[in-house]
């Protein structure tokens, strides 16, 4: 069985738990980035019934502090192996390096226990980002935030996918009306920042197959967009109820099977 479960989506930090299990063993648990502080994440595992002793490996998507947050301390702390692409840990290291580093890049998958993550490139304005294909070998779940425009790249390695966590960060009309100084209107729409409605929701339709069960929308800006929007577009992507269209903020969400 593979589930999933959104600790945390959002500009003050992000982190997902994946959980691939069969009928023999323990499960196999990933943490997909840790941008909490240690007690936060704690008080989260809580709330799934899990402790950190609980996480039997660490991937990071990209340098971003409300990516990594308190990676290295974990890893390091705790001995837990931690998974990242050659420039995130160049990006986010530094002289530290006590954390239990792997090493990995697009099309090159790992097998973590019961979970096979399959990490692919997206533009983004960070060292060497990645995203993540994760299955149990019946069931596979996509990951993809973090991203400026969605390539023909992320949709081939994202096809066929059972789940999709999914970035829907802004709203065009409403960053262009925003406080936000004009420095970082241009990042966050930009080709190497983050996926509006409308991009998010096109993806979601070149996505869209017979097996697709389960969407999450994720990363909204809490400023430049509104949860009703982001509904909306993927309601029309899927050809569902708004409220049927399930969306991770800060708080994250319960279990969900894929």
Known sequence: MLRFRSLASGSSGNATLVEASSGAGAPTRVLIDCGLGVRQLAQRLAQ?????????ALFITHEHGDHVGCALTLSARHRIPLWTSQGTWQAAAGARHEACINVTADGQSVTIGALQISPFTVPH??????????????????????????????????????????????????????????????????????????????????????????????????????????????????????????????????????
């Open 125 to 258: 304005d960070a060292r060497e980002p990645l995203q993540l294909r994760c299955t149990d070998g019946a069931r596979t779940l996509g990951i993809l935030t973090d991203l400026g425009h969605v390539t023909p790249h992320a949709l081939a390695c994202l096809a066929g996918c059972h789940a999709l966590l999914l970035e829907s960060n802004h709203d065009p009309e409403m960053l262009a009306q925003s406080s936000y100084p004009d420095f970082l209107k241009r990042r966050v729409g930009g080709a190497l920042g983050h996926l509006s409605n409308a991009q998010a929701s096109a993806a979601l339709s070149a996505l869209r197959h017979a097996q697709l069960s389960t969407v999450v929308a994720a990363h909204l800006s809490e400023r430049n967009n509104r949860i009703p929007l982001v509904q909306d577009g993927f309601a029309q992507a899927l050809g569902c109820a708004a409220a049927d269209v399930q969306v991770s903020t800060r708080a994250g969400l319960g279990w969900l099977t894929v």
């Open 48 to 56: 799934a019934g899990l402790g950190v002793e609980d996480i039997d």
